[in-house]
């Protein structure tokens, strides 16, 4: 197991375009998180999901933004009609089960999304 | 409404030397948890170190530490004996016991290390 995979690495699309990203989360992980992290700021949680179960979504996930994780594996964040403020990395992060080494994140490298 | 501050934009080091990063955050909880992770130029996030908030004891890993001070809500990671690979930006961060386990992150500080 090499960690958390993310693709695309990056992402060109123009304004009003759909596009989406795929997250593979450490294996035996069972929390996988989305976040997005704009120029020079750190990350904002967006989603987290339990298994297949998406139990918080952050008010920054607008109607546009919706997110998947079936079978409670990989996840899908997808996002319509791309606008210019979407411009960011997204992160995927995943962690163990309940306990106190869950509260450790391991991250993916990054989708950057540029919007045009 | 939990927040962390990192008011240091940016800092450097001479390599070698010893350098502390400040932290603050602000938590009615009283179970949580610190963290300090560090994001290399075009590279992923990875976990530096972590502090359970009811421990007393410092977290130290390897040239890693933090000075954890409760009462002041601070949290400052120091690095000893820097290394030209200890450049990057890092990232204060905290979560809270019972819940989804969502980290809420500083807005960074860079570091640049100098030969």
């Known amino acids: 197991d090499t960690g958390v995979s993310q693709d695309p690495r990056h992402k060109i699309t123009k304004r009003g375009q759909n596009v989406t990203f795929r997250c593979d989360p450490i294996?035996?992980?069972?929390?996988l998180y989305w976040y997005r992290q704009t120029l020079g700021q750190g990350p904002e949680f967006l989603t987290y999901f339990q298994n297949e179960a998406q139990l918080e979504k952050s008010r920054l996930l607008s109607d546009r933004f919706s997110a998947e994780r079936p079978k409670g594996s990989f996840s899908t964040l997808e996002i319509q009609r791309t606008e210019q403020g979407d411009s960011a990395m997204y992160l995927c992060?995943?962690?163990?089960?309940?306990?106190?080494?869950?509260?450790?994140?391991?991250f993916g490298p990054g989708t950057r999304l540029t919007v045009t | 409404a939990q927040t962390v501050t990192q008011s240091q934009p940016e800092m450097s080091v001479q390599e070698a030397e010893t350098v502390t990063l400040s932290c603050t955050y602000d938590t009615s909880e009283s179970d949580y948890y610190l963290f300090w992770y560090k994001q290399p130029p075009s590279r992923q996030m990875i976990l530096v170190i972590r502090?359970?908030?009811?421990?007393?004891q410092n977290a130290t890993e390897n040239r890693f530490s933090v000075n954890f001070q409760k009462a002041a809500k601070s949290f400052s990671l120091k690095i000893s004996d820097s290394q030209l690979g200890d450049a990057a930006m890092y990232f204060c961060a905290c979560t809270f016991s019972g819940n989804t386990g969502k980290l809420i992150f500083g807005q960074g500080t860079t570091l640049q290390v100098k030969p």
């Open positions: 502090q359970e908030a009811y421990k007393q």
């Open positions: 294996s035996e992980h069972n929390r």
């Open positions: 992060a995943s962690s163990l089960p309940q306990g106190v080494s869950s509260y450790e994140q391991y």
